[in-house]
């Protein structure tokens, strides 16, 4: 199989239904507030171990630095790290990582704005001469940021890419799944701060946008 398309990520297409919430776990009192179970948890942990092994694939320098992206890209992040230890300990090469945190907004509701903002310090001088392993979802405008700081290398690792019909290039090196243009919440994504609780990832209903909007 061509090795782009794989890391392409899983296409998950536009029809595709999910499962039935009867079939999974959940907190009880979302029970309105989803339609289905989009990917479960399962399945995004095995995913995410495959691009744990993809980065220990390309990476030659045995010290990165991930950038993490708050606050929809921390379990993200924090799993894709551990993996990354574990595959190093079972294999004759450790790659060393090191963390750091920006937290960026750019949604209010289910709307992406076209305003990035960066909350907190924007100084990411810390990234000088550094590779780095960038786990967010904001790509474009932080790309164009973090790049001033001249990093020596930088790929983008995405659990999500949405699949939309303006779309001309990927900017994620890693993906997890690409998807259709839907709004979907859990394993730490919200809307407006809620469900980052769910361990899956689920397609927000009707009632729950209306009962959690601002």
Not at 43 to 54: D, K, P, T
Not at 69 to 95: H, M, P, T, W
Request: with cysteine.
């Amino acid at each position: 199989m061509d090795e782009m398309r794989v890391k392409r990520g899983i296409v998950i297409k536009d029809d595709w239904p999910g499962y039935n919430l009867d079939l999974f776990t959940y907190p009880e009192h979302y029970h309105d507030d989803i339609e289905n179970v989009y990917i479960p948890h399962g399945v995004i942990m095995n995913r995410i171990e495959r691009l744990a092994r993809y980065v220990m694939e390309d990476f030659e320098d045995s010290k990165i630095m991930v950038l993490c992206v708050l606050k929809g890209g921390y379990k993200f992040c924090a799993d894709l790290v551990e993996f990354i230890k574990v595959l190093g300990c079972s294999s004759n090469r450790y790659l060393e990582t090191q963390v750091e945190f920006i937290r960026l907004k750019s949604y209010l509701n289910d709307q992406s704005t076209e305003d990035l903002h960066i909350i907190g310090s924007s100084d990411l001088s810390f990234l000088r001469g550094k590779a780095i392993v960038d786990t967010g979802k904001t790509m474009k405008a932080l790309l164009k940021h973090v790049e001033t700081f001249e990093p020596k290398m930088v790929k983008v690792a995405g659990l999500l890419v949405k699949r939309l019909s303006n779309m001309t290039e990927s900017l994620t090196d890693y993906v997890g799944f690409e998807i259709p243009n839907r709004f979907v919440v859990g394993y730490a994504l919200d809307y407006n701060e809620y469900f980052r609780d769910l361990n899956h990832i689920c397609v927000i209903s009707k009632t729950g946008k209306m009962k959690y909007k601002i």
